[in-house]
């Protein structure tokens, strides 16, 4: 079992910048891959982004790619997702996520592949 909480969402104008953290408890961190998602109000969530369990490789929409950056600090069980030259197209909640299954190779866009969910943090950028 494993328990996800986002923080760090908030109002911001656009080209500004935030940064999302998602604080993990309960069963090794450090062998999930982790995802992040988003939901615009009246659409689907939609991925943005996954990093492996080491780290060492990471997977983005190409929406965000260059202004998004996701990392994690295995030692603080927490994952990170650094938002830069943000745009009103941003605003949604995000959402993290932790896939199941141990030292996995797949990096996950799926949300349907994650086990584990957040509560979620609104972003919202203004224009």
């Known amino acids: 079992q494993v328990q996800l909480v986002e923080s760090g969402g908030g109002l911001v104008q656009a080209g500004g910048s935030l940064r999302l953290s998602c604080a993990a408890s309960g069963r090794a961190f450090g062998s999930c891959n982790m995802g992040w998602f988003r939901q615009a109000p009246g659409k689907e969530r939609e991925f943005v982004a996954v990093?492996?369990?080491?780290?060492?490789?990471?997977s983005y929409t190409d929406s965000v790619k260059g202004r998004l950056t996701i990392s994690r600090d295995n030692a603080k069980n927490t994952v990170y997702l650094q938002m830069n030259s943000l745009k009103p197209e941003d605003t949604a909640v995000y959402y993290c996520?932790?896939?199941?299954?141990?030292?996995?190779?797949?990096?996950?866009?799926?949300?349907?592949?994650?086990?584990?969910w957040g509560q979620g943090t609104q972003v919202t950028v203004s224009s």
């Open positions: 990093i492996s369990w080491r780290g060492g490789r990471t």
């Open positions: 996520a932790a896939d199941d299954t141990v030292y996995s190779w797949t990096l996950w866009t799926e949300d349907s592949e994650y086990e584990y």
